[in-house]
C-alpha cells in the first residue's frame, strides 16, 4: 500500500517560487561588467525568469533541448538559468576559460540549440561560431548593443526579450527525474565529459547544502558565491540561496581579493563560497586594506584542499570558520562537509582546528567507502584511517556520463571519484591526493597535498605545488613548485630545512623550483599535469 500523502515532483523551478512567494523583498547584488552595481530582488528575478522562459518557449527549441549559458555571476544569468530548467530546458553552464578547441567540443556534444553570453565573451562566440552550427539563437545578456549587432548580426538581446514579455507564466509541472542542467568535467586528461543532472538530484542536493551541519543557511544570510556559475553550478549556491530566501550578492567577473573585500564589508557578507587561490587573493587584499571582513563569520572552501594555514589565518585573524567541503563535478558537486559534532564542543581550540582540517563527512544522502584499488568491489577497507580509493553513492552522483553507453559505476553500483582518501571513526574524510597525483618513491606514497600544505605554512611562500619528478633509483621522487611572497629572499635551503621536523625525512622535497606563477586550470586549480610536463625530468638532468 502506498502512503497516502500529496506527491509533488521536485522541480527547480519551485526553489524560485519559494522564494518569490516569502522573501520577495530580499535583495540580489551584482557587479555588472562595467563596475557599476545592480540591484533586484527575488520577486523581480522571479518575474524575469517567467518573461524569459516565454521567450524561449517562442524560439525553436522543445523541451529537453540544451541551452547553453557563458555568463559570469551576475543577476542576468540567475534569472535565465531558472528560467531554462523551470521551462523544461537543459541549462548548459559552459566555463568559459577552457579551451577554444574544448568549447567546441562542448557545445557539439552537447547538441545546444541556444547560447547566452555575456558581452565579455564575444571574442570567444565569434572565434568558434563556425564550429557550432547546431547553435542557432545567440542572446546576449544584456540590452541593446550597436556594437555587438554589427560583429553579430543574428544576436538578440536579453533584455529586449524580457521586456516584450509579461510575467504571467505558470511554471510547467513535469516528472522530476527530468534532465536539468549540464556541466562539463574540468577535463585535464582527454575530452570533458558531461554530467547531467535531474531537477530531484539538484532539489536534495539543495535541500542538504543548507541544513546546519553542511552550510548552515538561513534568510538571514548574505551569501556570496564567488566560485562561477560555471563550476558545477556555483555549488549549487543560487539554488541554495532561493531555497532560503537569503540575499545574493553576484561578483561578475570582479574576483580579484581588492573587488571581493569591497563586496563584503559593503554588503555585509556573512558567507562566502570559492577555491582556495581565491581565498589566497581574499587574505592578501584584506591585510592590504587593513579589512577585518567582520561580517563574514564563515567560508567555504573546496574545489582543491585548503590549507591548515589558511584555516587558521581565517580563524586567528579575521574570527571567520573556513568550512572545508569536498565534492566534483560528479557529485552536483558536494560530498562532504566539516562541521563539528557535539561531542567536539569540549575540545580545546587546537583540537578542534585539527578535525576542521579535513574535508569533513558526508550529509544524508551520500554514502562514502574507501576500497584497495580503483574499481575493485571486493577488498573494502574495514580499518579505520586505512588509505584508499575513495567511492560514493547517493541522490546526486552520476550514474553514466553524458551521451556516453559504458558502465561508469563498480558493478555494486559505486563511482568511484579517483581520490585517495581516509575515513575516520566518525566519517571525517580525508583527502590525500588524486590517485594520479599521488609520487610513488622507492615503493612506497608520498602525498603531493600533504607536503603542498606543509609549504604553505611557511609565510614566506604564496603557493605550492608538489609533483612527482622521475628519480634514477627511487623511480618517482616529490619535487616542489614554490611561488615566493613579493621581494622574499628566501632560498630553497631554508624550505627544505622547513620540512625537517614536520615529516619523515624520506618525504622531504628533492627539491624546491621558484616559479613566477603556478598555471591555474578553468576552475581555479593548479595544473600540476602542466608542471609535470614542465620538470619531469628535472632530477634526471641535474
Ligand atoms: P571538479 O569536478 O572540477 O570539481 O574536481 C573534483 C576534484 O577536485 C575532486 O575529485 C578532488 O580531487 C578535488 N577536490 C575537490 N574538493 C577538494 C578538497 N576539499 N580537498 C582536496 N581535493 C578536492
Known amino acids: ?27 540580489i547584488i551584482s557587479k555588472n561588467l562595467d563596475t557599476s552595481l545592480h540591484t533586484t530582488n527575488w520577486g523581480e528575478v522571479s518575474a524575469n525568469a517567467k518573461r524569459f522562459a516565454k521567450a524561449l518557449n517562442a524560439l525553436n527549441v522543445q523541451h529537453g533541448d540544451c541551452v547553453a549559458t557563458l555568463a559570469w555571476n551576475n543577476y542576468r544569468h540567475v534569472e535565465a538559468w531558472y528560467a531554462i530548467s523551470g521551462s523544461g530546458l537543459i541549462c548548459h553552464t559552459i566555463n568559459p576559460r577552457l579551451f577554444p578547441e574544448q568549447l567546441i567540443f562542448i557545445v557539439n556534444d552537447a547538441k545546444d540549440r541556444v547560447l547566452i553570453f555575456d558581452k565579455t565573451f564575444l571574442p570567444l562566440i565569434l572565434a568558434i561560431k563556425t564550429h557550432i552550427s547546431n547553435v542557432e539563437t545567440f542572446i546576449c545578456l544584456d540590452a541593446y548593443d550597436e556594437d555587438i549587432k554589427q560583429a553579430l548580426p543574428e544576436v538578440q538581446f536579453y533584455d529586449d526579450l524580457v521586456q516584450q514579455q509579461t510575467a504571467d507564466y505558470d511554471w510547467p509541472e513535469f516528472d522530476e527525474l527530468t534532465a536539468s542542467s549540464l556541466c562539463y568535467t574540468s577535463g585535464t586528461t582527454g575530452h570533458p565529459k558531461g554530467v547531467l543532472y535531474s531537477h530531484r538530484s539538484t532539489v536534495l542536493h539543495t535541500l542538504a547544502a543548507c541544513i546546519p551541519d553542511s552550510l548552515n543557511l538561513s534568510a538571514q544570510d548574505v551569501m556570496l558565491p564567488v566560485v562561477p ?12 540561496a532561493a531555497m532560503v530566501g537569503c540575499t545574493l550578492i553576484l561578483p561578475g567577473p570582479y574576483l580579484d581579493g581588492e573587488s571581493l573585500v569591497k563586496m563584503i564589508d559593503d554588503y ?5 563560497l570559492g577555491v582556495p587561490t581565491i581565498w589566497q587573493g581574499l587574505i592578501s587584499a584584506a591585510q592590504k586594506l587593513g579589512s577585518q571582513l567582520c561580517s563574514m563569520t564563515r567560508n567555504v572552501v573546496g574545489g582543491s584542499a585548503c590549507p591548515p594555514s589558511m584555516i587558521a589565518t581565517f580563524k586567528q585573524d579575521y574570527h571567520c570558520e573556513t568550512i572545508h567541503a569536498w565534492g566534483m563535478t560528479e557529485a552536483s558537486p558536494l560530498g562532504t562537509v566539516n562541521q563539528l559534532k557535539a561531542k567536539h564542543k569540549d575540545l580545546s581550540a587546537s583540537e578542534q582546528a585539527e578535525i576542521r582540517l579535513s574535508q569533513g563527512r558526508p550529509p544524508f544522502g551520500i554514502q562514502v567507502r574507501i576500497v584497495n584499488q580503483e574499481n575493485d568491489t571486493t577488498s573494502i577497507q574495514q580499518d579505520v584511517g586505512a588509505i584508499g580509493n575513495l567511492q560514493i553513492k547517493g541522490h546526486w552522483i552520476v550514474k553514466h556520463y553524458f551521451g556516453a553507453s559504458d558502465a561508469l559505476l563498480t558493478s555494486d553500483g559505486w563511482f568511484d571519484t579517483g581520490d585517495i582518501a581516509r575515513l575516520n571513526s566518525d566519517g571525517y574524510l580525508t583527502i590525500s591526493d588524486r590517485a594520479k597525483d599521488l609520487i610513488k618513491s622507492g615503493g612506497e606514497w608520498i602525498s603531493s597535498v600533504e607536503l603542498e600544505n606543509i609549504a604553505m605554512g611557511h609565510p614566506e611562500v604564496a603557493m605550492a605545488a608538489v609533483i612527482a619528478a622521475k628519480h634514477e633509483k627511487w623511480d618517482e621522487r616529490p619535487v ?5 611572497q613579493p621581494n622574499s629572499p628566501i632560498t630553497e635551503m631554508e624550505i627544505l630545512d622547513y620540512y ?15 616559479v613566477d606563477a603556478i598555471p591555474l586550470s578553468g576552475t581555479g ?8 610536463e614542465d620538470f619531469v625530468n628535472i632530477l634526471l638532468d641535474s
Open 525 to 532: 586549480k593548479m595544473l600540476k599535469r602542466k608542471l609535470r
Open 500 to 514: 625537517h621536523d614536520k615529516i619523515a625525512k624520506w618525504q622531504i622535497p628533492d627539491k624546491v623550483i621558484f
Open 1 to 27: 500500500m502506498y502512503g497516502q500523502m500529496m506527491f509533488k515532483p521536485l522541480l527547480i523551478s519551485s526553489l524560485l517560487e519559494h522564494a518569490a512567494n516569502f522573501h520577495a523583498d530580499t535583495a
Open 480 to 484: 616542489l613548485v614554490a611561488v615566493k
Open 229 to 240: 556559475m560555471f563550476h558545477v553550478h556555483a555549488w549549487g549556491s543560487p539554488y541554495a
Open 268 to 272: 555585509q557578507v556573512t558567507v562566502a
